[in-house]
């Protein structure tokens, strides 16, 4: 299993369709700051009527806050259901704006793959990769608008699918801890807990990739859920070791790259805390942001031309094999008169 290959071509597509990371790093950074409204008014709304501190409520995570202000308004049911409301609302709209804009890039990934030969076999060079260049603003919307209702009802699927692993997980934690009281049944079920963030961890990474395999599958040619989901079975089936082999090393990059951008904004933060030095790292810190997010983006799309590549072989394959097992016309075979 040669797996540097099909990450090589991956990553070659990506970089020479880079538009494409700009436009995904812009949809996912509108996304957050769709949801950062609800959540930065709610925090608001605490601080001015419940006496909280404004600057305590936003420490931490986006998860982090939200858990902060649903525990503070948890005494105010109409305000904790107001915010629910508009954080659910800016929640769909910008999961809508990111099925909307996934289209085109998965489209843009497909021709790119399509068009480009054994790229991956050749040195890397600027006139090679500028052979898998496949971006243009027409191409992408048209992308966007044919994939937009398949990806739409497939993304909604997707959200379900969260809201029920959601609801699971915390269904286990809280019956879990109330059931098990102090003593030694509370230490079993710290382990158990613990068993069962990991496995929530794992199953949301599985949702993740099928649901990237399937917005492959769609924008193939097989625009309904049926017919994508018995083309992706069939394919995971078929290029199981692949498949994981691909995922297990993107994700140990992500990890990698998290972990360096983690040490990085550790030591921009401390040096933020100096006087007047600390004004000077703001713009560092902006730079910061925006590289983590286009590198992120990009191995991101790294993966998908890796699956795009492999998927397309896959088919091949498939075809050789359903034309190799067609019964041959036997009057094709008489000699000519």
């Given at each position: 299993m040669d797996l540097k290959p099909l990450l090589k071509r991956g990553g070659l597509l990506a970089a020479a369709n880079w538009p494409v990371v700009a436009i995904q790093f812009a949809a996912q950074t509108t996304f957050q700051v769709l949801l950062a409204v609800p959540i930065i008014g709610a925090a608001i709304l605490v601080a001015v009527l419940l006496g909280g501190d404004l600057a305590n409520l936003l420490q931490g995570s986006m998860r982090e806050i939200f858990t902060t202000i649903t525990d503070a308004l948890m005494a105010h049911p109409v305000a904790l259901g107001a915010f629910l409301v508009a954080f659910f609302v800016a929640l769909f709209g910008g999961s809508v704006l990111m099925f909307l804009?996934?289209?085109g890039t998965v489209a843009v990934m497909l021709e790119a793959n399509d068009q480009?030969?054994?790229?991956e076999r050749r040195p890397i060079t600027l006139t090679n990769v500028s052979e898998a260049a496949a971006f243009s603003i027409r191409g992408y919307i048209s992308g966007c608008?044919?994939?937009?209702?398949?990806?739409l009802h497939l993304g909604i699927g997707l959200m379900l699918a969260y809201a029920i692993t959601g609801a699971a997980y915390l269904a286990f934690i809280v019956y879990g801890y109330q059931a098990a009281g102090n003593g030694v049944l509370f230490i079993g079920w710290t382990f158990h807990a613990a068993i069962a963030t990991v496995g929530l961890t794992l199953w949301i990474t599985a949702i993740n990739l099928v649901y990237l395999l399937l917005q492959i599958a769609m924008a193939a040619g097989h625009e309904t859920l049926g017919d994508a989901g018995r083309e992706v079975a069939r394919f995971v089936r078929a290029e199981l070791r692949e498949l994981s082999g691909i995922f297990f090393i993107v994700f140990a990059i992500l990890l990698a790259a998290w972990l360096a951008s983690f040490l990085a904004w550790s030591g921009v933060g401390l040096i933020a805390f100096v006087p007047l030095?600390?004004?000077?790292?703001?713009p560092l810190q902006l730079?910061?942001?925006?590289l983590r997010g286009l590198v992120f983006e990009y191995?991101?799309?790294t993966a998908m031309g890796a699956y795009v590549s492999l998927y397309r072989r896959y088919i091949e394959a498939d075809v050789e094999r359903t034309a190799a097992r067609a019964p041959v016309d036997a009057s094709a075979l008489r000699p000519a008169h």
């Open positions: 804009v996934k289209g480009t030969g054994d790229i608008g044919r994939l937009f209702r398949p990806y030095v600390g004004l000077a790292v703001f730079a910061a942001l925006l191995i991101g799309l």
